[in-house]
């Protein structure tokens, strides 16, 4: 009896230690994970959209020409669309399936938009940009099958699924966002459209560089077969898009092969460097970095444009006059406005805009 009684004790003592030590653990973990809410706030963006209620009509799937191209306000608010952008610094082809995979488990939007920038990469890149797309996503069969395909040589899947094994080390750089940011983050998109007001004009844009093979890779093309397939068997509509970007430099040799495939595939494609006039993008004024990105002038008028091209071509419904997204977008433009007159104050007092 006294001896049952004490293996009982030394049991209660044993799983007590356990649940401290995993405790301790995941406390650390939390704290020496980045944080991402200045400087680099790429790695934040993938995890906002489990926040946001899943009725939307358009998601738009990407890189950076997308996320900081396309203002998702304006389609609200001059079409009566519902969108909403999952992009990340330097989103692989793979990545953007995985998120396209994971995003239908939570809703079928009519239109998935996506950028065919990524088609240039066949192969794994740098874990820097992997970390900012796959830390944020939610645990699921998508996530794991997106580290699978994005893992380099050097890295390895146990540090994806404890990343405390990555980021031990990052006790010296602590700061303090990373208490202030423990438990919560501010958001740093707007529906996930990443905000700048400030410009650089677009001065001596350099060509592109003569390339060995301007074949896209059977990588790229096998992940494209495979959004196309995901999105028939959803009944989703597929969009392909090229960003007005000026650089990267987009070949003519890619468009060729993005034209072929659009047509083969009996998708809709639209170049919008071939569309700038029509857009009305004026890169004196409509980037912020010359030419890279653009502004808020420049997301504005992207929307603007291909808002009607939704509608017309896509055949998307004005949902203005639906109670609940009226306030919901009301909330979110109080955000928007916010943020245009913080930015601009940055600029007013000569400070640089973040």
């Not at 970095?289 to 055949?315: I, P, Q, T, W």
């Amino acid at each position: 009896m006294e001896r049952n009684r004490a293996k009982k004790k030394t049991a209660v003592r044993v799983l007590l230690s356990a649940v401290i030590i995993l405790v301790v653990l995941y406390l650390l973990q939390r704290l020496l994970m980045p944080k991402y809410m200045s400087g680099v706030v790429e790695g934040a963006m993938v995890s906002e959209y489990y926040d946001e209620k899943k009725d939307h009509d358009v998601i738009f799937i990407g890189d950076c020409e997308l996320y900081e191209n396309i203002s998702p306000m304006v389609l609200w608010e001059e079409y009566g669309i519902n969108s909403y952008i999952r992009g990340t610094a330097q989103q692989l082809i793979w990545q953007s399936y995985y998120l396209m995979e994971e995003t239908f488990t939570y809703e079928k939007p009519d239109v998935v938009v996506f950028n065919v920038l990524s088609m240039k990469y066949d192969e794994p890149q740098r874990e820097t940009y992997n970390r900012m797309t796959l830390d944020g996503m939610k645990w699921s069969r998508s996530k794991i099958g997106s580290i699978k395909a994005s893992m380099t040589e050097e890295e390895n899947f146990l540090d994806y699924v404890f990343p405390l094994l990555r980021y031990h080390s990052r006790w010296n750089e602590l700061s303090g966002e990373d208490f202030k940011y423990f438990w919560h983050r501010e958001k740093v998109t707007h529906n996930g459209y990443y905000m700048r007001v400030d410009a650089l004009p677009a001065e001596n844009v350099p060509e592109g560089k003569i390339l060995a093979d301007y074949q896209f890779g059977d990588n790229a093309y096998y992940y494209l077969d495979k959004m196309v397939e995901l999105c028939e068997k959803n009944d989703v509509e597929l969009v392909l898009v090229k960003a007005p970007s000026l650089a990267p430099y987009w070949y003519d040799e890619w468009e060729v092969q993005m034209e072929d495939y659009a047509r083969e595939h009996d998708l809709k494609y639209y170049n919008f460097l071939e569309l700038i006039d029509e857009v009305g993008l004026d890169f004196t004024t409509d980037t912020y970095d010359a030419g890279l990105h653009l502004n808020l002038s420049g997301a504005e008028k992207m929307a603007h444009y291909f808002g009607r091209v939704l509608a017309e071509d896509c055949g998307l419904e004005n949902r203005r006059g639906e109670e609940e997204l009226e306030r919901a977008w009301e909330k979110k433009r109080q955000a928007y406005d916010a943020e245009i007159a913080r930015q601009q104050e940055a600029l007013e007092a000569g400070e640089p805009v973040k």
